[in-house]
């Protein structure tokens, strides 16, 4: 595992690590006793594996539609070590939880970084086209660290706004029946007349 090389009273002492994994990380040091001193300790060297960034994932949960009381993650599921930065943009500009209706977390296991955006409350204001921004602080970003284009639009669960009213007309007139509904995306309208389609 290492090789001495003898030149006059110096000694250099090389410590090769072959095929490197994250059980080789940790704190390398050497010491020297040359029996009469007692044992020196030298300089520390703190080896660690690095991952290069690999963007495994991004995903909206339950689907791509913010609606009223319901809660919508944005999930960004990232490879990389040291662990890095993952940030998002919303139609290309970064997005910051301004207030208590989202939030920004993470998970780590080993060197797999999770990386969630919660919307609690969501508002018509939230949607858009959103990516994962992921930088490290070790390899130079790259242009596979933006990822997604995800599109998060605004829902509105279906309703009718106006109300019913009773409608008299002369035989042979033309009558109007005036349907407004609420719906994000469209909803499909269907009439009947006593219970039939």
């Not at 208590?100 to 939230?126: G, K, Q």
Request: glycine share 6%; charged share 20%; with cysteine.
């Amino acid at each position: 595992p290492f090789e001495i090389s003898d030149d006059q009273n110096e000694y250099k002492i090389i410590f090769t690590i072959r095929d490197i994994s994250a059980n080789n990380s940790g704190i390398y040091y050497a010491t020297i006793d040359d029996g009469r001193t007692g044992t020196v300790k030298g300089p520390e060297w703190f080896v660690h594996q690095e991952v290069p960034i690999n963007i495994i994932s991004f995903t909206i949960l339950p689907y791509n539609c913010l609606l009223d009381d319901t809660e919508i993650l944005l999930q960004c599921v990232v490879e990389g070590l040291p662990e890095p930065e993952v940030t998002y943009r919303r139609n290309n500009i970064p997005f910051t939880c301004d207030s208590m209706s989202c939030d920004i977390s993470a998970e780590i296991n080993e060197f797999v970084t999770t990386s969630n955006l919660t919307f609690h409350d969501p508002m018509r204001s939230d949607q858009g086209i959103y990516s994962c921004l992921v930088n490290s602080l070790v390899f130079e970003p790259t242009i596979n660290n933006l990822f997604g284009d995800e599109l998060l639009l605004y829902c509105a669960f279906p309703h009718i706004l106006n109300s019913s009213n009773n409608i008299s007309i002369l035989e042979g007139g033309d009558v109007v029946i005036n349907c407004t509904i609420e719906s994000s995306p469209d909803a499909v309208v269907t009439w009947y007349k006593d219970g039939v389609q």
